[in-house]
């Protein structure tokens, strides 16, 4: 077959000089596999032709049968070159997953940003887009806990701390004030039980230009005298 090339120990389809072991070349479509450096298997995909922004570059389909012997396509991913400036490269890998009979796209790693249910702007870390979208932290051991931390710096490049921790009793603890000189260990400002009592650990500031009000009321209509300031 003149089509399989072997030649110093690699293979070439569709290709007289094959780059490494295997080289399978259609047009400008190529998928090579061989080694890398440090005894590393190395298996790339290549689009040869010069691709516009936003241009598809690679697919990689997942396929079986539904109960209908049809061929479906059950997971896609794909690879774009988002900007193909020199210099000023971005890509995209998008992946796609069959939901009640349409390829849904699920997640997106855009130019080091994420998004899921969409492709994340370059403004955004991370984006979530869905009709009723659930974040959910997971302590895995029964006695664990669940937090989520913020970690901005300030003016001087002191790296800061803040928390929010949900607790194996129920509450809720915000902290603040965790930096390299306390050993990141962030202060408890506000707690709310699992009851829903807030307990504030410093003052309780309330800022408006005008019409300024704190009302206190009790859910219970029998028992108005429940609500008052001790």
């Known amino acids: ?93 998008n992946f796609f997953t069959m939901k009640d009979g349409t390829a849904t796209s699920n997640l997106t790693l855009k130019s080091g940003n994420v998004g899921i249910g969409i492709a994340p702007s370059s403004t955004t870390s991370l984006h979530i887009f869905k009709s009723d979208p659930t974040l959910l932290i997971q302590a895995s051991n029964q006695s664990g806990t669940a937090e989520l931390q913020f970690f901005p710096r300030d003016v001087s490049n002191l790296a800061l701390l803040q928390s929010i921790k949900g607790n194996n009793n129920g509450s809720l603890v915000f902290s603040t004030g965790g930096n390299s000189n306390n050993g990141y260990a962030p202060t408890e400002a506000l707690s709310i039980s699992s009851g829903g009592a807030a307990t504030f650990s410093g003052d309780v500031e309330i800022v408006k230009e005008t019409d300024v009000y704190l009302t206190l009321e009790s859910t219970s209509a029998t028992t108005p005298e429940e609500a008052a300031i001790k």
């Open 1 to 93: 077959n003149n089509n399989i090339i072997l030649t110093g120990g690699n293979v070439g389809i569709g290709t007289n000089l094959p780059s490494d072991k295997l080289d399978v070349t259609d047009g400008n479509s190529k998928m090579v596999f061989g080694g890398a450096s440090s005894d590393r298997a190395l298996l790339y995909f290549q689009h040869n032709a010069i691709p516009v922004d936003g241009e598809e570059i690679g697919i990689l389909d997942f396929r079986g049968y539904n109960d209908a012997s049809q061929d479906t396509r059950y997971v896609i991913l794909t690879a774009k070159a988002e900007d193909v400036t020199d210099g000023n490269e971005d890509g995209s890998l």
